[in-house]
């Protein structure tokens, strides 16, 4: 089957888009295609898509490290050069993440960086001890914006004046239900912008 849009909504539920191919497991959501996102190859060419959209789906998916980088890495080869992937999924922080029994994976945005081939000759060239997972696995992704939903109360007390951005940055990574969703926005760079340099 060939997909009508070059856009991917992965897990799709019941948010579909109009202008995506929306693939979902449960065909009681009435996707385009009824596709396990967890079983790949999934059947598409390589450098098909120039947008993935993947709302809600990634922390359901991968119960092991491997399925999910295997994921990441169908992501990676359906999509052309330059293409966009918006990424939504809980704070890991935030009750919603532990509400619901079918999430398997805390995500954050820094664990997108670790795809960032810039990121990772970084990290290399300074004796860092993050993982290196793009060059480690020829993939490059590059996260150009990050968006946290903040939950009412702690918008409330920046608006008022009671606390200021750099407060608020600190709550938001030492306590819980600051904020409960997150939006990643990365591009994808092919052929790896640093793999030749590894190379040398």
Same mark, same amino acid.
């Given at each position: 089957?060939?997909?009508?849009?070059?856009?991917?909504?992965?897990?799709?539920?019941?948010?579909?888009?109009?202008?995506?191919?929306?693939?979902?497991?449960?065909?009681?959501?009435?996707? %385009?295609?009824? #596709? %396990? #996102?967890?079983?790949?190859?999934?059947?598409? %060419?390589?450098?098909?898509?120039?947008?993935?959209?993947?709302?809600?789906?990634?922390?359901?998916?991968?119960?092991?490290?491997?399925?999910?980088?295997?994921?990441?890495?169908?992501?990676?080869?359906?999509?052309?050069?330059?293409?966009?992937?918006?990424?939504?999924?809980?704070?890991?922080?935030?009750?919603?993440?532990?509400?619901?029994?079918?999430?398997?994976?805390?995500?954050?945005? $820094?664990?997108? $960086? #670790?795809?960032?081939?810039?990121?990772?000759?970084?990290?290399?060239?300074?004796?860092?001890?993050?993982?290196?997972?793009?060059?480690?696995?020829?993939?490059?992704?590059?996260?150009? %914006?990050?968006?946290?939903?903040?939950?009412?109360?702690?918008?409330?007390?920046?608006?008022?004046?009671?606390?200021?951005?750099?407060?608020?940055?600190?709550? #938001?990574?030492?306590?819980?239900?600051?904020?409960?969703?997150?939006?990643?926005?990365?591009?994808?760079?092919?052929?790896?912008?640093?793999?030749?340099?590894? $190379? $040398?």
């Amino acid at each position: 089957m060939v997909p009508e849009s070059r856009k991917l909504n992965i897990g799709c539920g019941f948010r579909k888009l109009n202008d995506h191919w929306n693939v979902d497991i449960e065909s009681k959501c009435n996707p %385009d295609q009824v #596709l %396990d #996102l967890e079983q790949t190859p999934w059947p598409y %060419d390589d450098n098909f898509f120039n947008k993935i959209t993947a709302n809600n789906i990634l922390e359901h998916l991968g119960q092991t490290p491997k399925i999910f980088l295997n994921v990441i890495k169908e992501m990676y080869r359906v999509s052309e050069h330059k293409a966009e992937w918006i990424i939504t999924f809980p704070h890991h922080r935030c009750d919603t993440f532990f509400d619901d029994l079918t999430h398997v994976r805390p995500l954050t945005a $820094k664990m997108f $960086k #670790l795809f960032d081939q810039q990121f990772n000759y970084n990290v290399i060239e300074n004796g860092l001890g993050e993982s290196t997972h793009g060059l480690n696995n020829s993939l490059d992704l590059e996260v150009f %914006d990050v968006s946290y939903n903040i939950l009412p109360y702690w918008r409330e007390q920046v608006q008022n004046g009671w606390m200021g951005n750099q407060e608020l940055d600190k709550n #938001l990574n030492t306590l819980s239900n600051v904020c409960d969703y997150v939006a990643v926005f990365v591009k994808v760079h092919k052929p790896g912008r640093f793999e030749k340099l590894m $190379k $040398k």
